[in-house]
């Protein structure tokens, strides 16, 4: 149990909990403001702790059986429409796919356009684009609306006209580095990592001024020979180490901390970044597939977990963590929470770093188990793929037991609702040279079905107790991230299209609508004079299904494109 009673942040948002007690340490004050006003969704994550909760009832288990469309808005861009749109006052603010090739400003009660922003995104964008030219949402502060690019570039917009204030390159986007992410702002810097893990790049997180856009710091996220932790890695490997911090940070005002994940080491062969097999020893290649904690003053890593050490099947470490104090053996813990894709759930102080627990979430054979006491999992050393050992039937597969599509955690269930997939795969190893702007490889991973008969589940989590609680199976993975609510719902979608809310407690399903094309995204609520709306983004991804062979196959048979936005309330 969270917080010690199930109802005790029914009627305010959890970064005013995460904030509390706060001495001297101030997040940006337009921000904490938006974040404080439950009636909005500031961040993608609705708060610095990326709950994804909000308190709002009038939508809840007794009427969401009557709701009905408010609005639809056509996105004038397909596919992988994956953005979580903010809503600030009455202004709602989403983007589209392909660059973004649109950021539009909306009545969020109406849906009446105000203004669209259309940045000169060049054509070949694709081709350096791993898993499609997505774009997850944009972010605000100050009056600006933040928005991360395809072309490697990060641009500020004024909120009110959608007029460019500044735009700063980040990285070169032609090594393989897309921006497809929300940026982080805290105070007077704007947080933003980028992608390619796949091309072969070496991560970073930079900060920009928020005012002028100029580069306040830089911190790779894979260390060089020369550098401490440098040895973990084979030779001069690192410097195309992947470590890509491509999704979304977390931030707790109160130790003044951000919280990033990093993505898979380059290349996929682990030969040539430490031994090839088991025996890694110290070539754990730091600090990828990993959670990093950083001061967002300097990027100074202070400490991190790394839950996929001498990554051998793409376990990439990206996903969101997400805060909550949580009520652990009758003490208060300051929490950190993360649902990985090498299928382990972690559980870990957010303060020392310390991990509390981890325990697998969904089917997973790599690993037996997760030994706390080594910071390393007890795997299976025939689901381990190397020079002249390719493995077969390794769960999950390089999708994850959880990709990008949010989760989010409810305090007054203490459950928190996890988009998973149940999905495996063969691997073997081939030699691979870099080149750059290229996909930086060396390896097959044809893909397989799950055990069970379905290959996705969205699961309630008791993350406390390390246990599911419910689930609701589906016949295909990759589906839509969760938002829950005050009203004791789930809101989530799949890549058939069908969206639904749910009871959160019992996982009954109240109410499901088909929106025409499959959802990725995660849905959003907030409140415009007195009324509240639940809006969520549809367009089904369309680069991915490549990868998964026949099981991508009746991804993409499932749904066609599409770019939309749709917002229901209870009329």
């Not at 054509?123 to 690019?149: E, H, P």
């Not at 770093?353 to 795997?379: I, P």
Request: with cysteine.
């Amino acid at each position: 149990m969270t917080f010690g009673t199930r109802g005790f942040l029914a009627g305010i948002s959890m970064i005013a909990m995460l904030g509390t007690g706060t001495v001297g340490v101030r997040a940006n004050d337009s921000l904490l403001k938006a974040q404080s006003d439950s009636n909005q969704w500031a961040v993608a994550g609705h708060d610095y702790a990326n709950t994804r909760f909000s308190p709002l009832n009038q939508i809840n288990a007794e009427n969401a059986g009557k709701l009905s469309l408010a609005y639809s808005f056509s996105l004038a861009s397909l596919r992988s429409n994956e953005s979580s749109p903010i809503v600030i006052g009455n202004t709602l603010y989403v983007s589209t796919s392909w660059g973004p090739k649109y950021v539009y400003a909306l009545d969020a009660a109406t849906g009446a356009r105000k203004w669209t922003y259309e940045p000169e995104i060049p054509d070949d964008v694709l081709q350096y684009a791993c898993c499609d030219v997505n774009n997850r949402g944009v972010s605000y502060a100050d009056g600006k609306i933040f928005v991360g690019r395809l072309d490697g570039k990060l641009t500020a917009l004024d909120a009110a006209t959608g007029k460019a204030l500044w735009t700063a390159k980040v990285v070169d986007y032609k090594q393989g580095s897309v921006i497809t992410s929300p940026p982080l702002v805290v105070r007077d810097k704007v947080i933003t990592g980028f992608g390619g893990g796949e091309y072969g790049v070496r991560g970073a997180l930079q900060a920009f001024d928020i005012n002028t856009g100029k580069l306040a710091w830089q911190t790779y996220t894979v260390p060089t020979p020369e550098e401490p932790g440098g040895d973990t890695w084979k030779g001069d490997s690192a410097q195309h180490g992947g470590g890509a911090a491509w999704l979304v940070g977390s931030y707790d005002p109160k130790t003044d901390t951000v919280y990033w994940g990093t993505s898979n080491p380059g290349p996929w062969n682990t030969a040539v970044r430490s031994t090839g097999n088991g025996d890694f020893g110290k070539l754990t290649n730091l600090y990828t597939a990993s959670t990093l904690a950083l001061d967002p003053n300097t990027g100074k890593i202070k400490w991190h977990i790394q839950t996929t050490p001498a990554d051998a099947w793409d376990y990439d470490g990206v996903n969101e963590a997400v805060l909550a104090d949580l009520n652990i053996g009758g003490s208060n813990v300051p929490a950190l929470m993360k649902a990985d894709r090498n299928g382990f759930f972690f559980v870990a102080n957010r303060e020392t770093g310390k991990v509390l627990s981890a325990e697998k979430y969904v089917f997973s054979n790599w690993a037996q188990k997760f030994d706390l006491a080594t910071m390393r999992a007890v795997e299976d050393p025939d689901k381990r793929p190397g020079p002249g050992h390719p493995a077969k039937d390794i769960c999950p597969n390089l999708i994850g037991g959880k990709n990008w599509q949010p989760m989010s955690f409810n305090p007054q269930t203490g459950l928190v609702y996890i988009p998973s997939n149940n999905v495996c795969m063969d691997w073997s190893v081939s030699d691979v040279a870099y080149k750059r702007g290229v996909f930086y490889l060396g390896a097959e991973f044809p893909t397989k079905e799950g055990p069970g008969g379905f290959l996705g589940e969205l699961v309630a989590w008791d993350p406390v107790n390390q246990k599911k609680v419910w689930s609701i199976k589906e016949d295909l993975p990759f589906n839509g991230g969760t938002l829950t609510t005050g009203g004791g719902l789930v809101f989530a979608g799949n890549i058939h299209g069908d969206f639904r809310a749910i009871d959160a407690k019992s996982g009954k399903m109240l109410w499901s609508k088909n929106l025409g094309s499959g959802i990725g995204a995660g849905p959003v609520t907030y409140m415009v004079d007195g009324k509240q709306y639940v809006a969520i983004v549809v367009g089904r991804t369309a680069a991915l299904p490549a990868f998964l062979g026949e099981v991508g196959k009746k991804m993409t048979a499932a749904a066609p494109e599409g770019g939309s936005l749709f917002v229901f309330s209870v009329q």
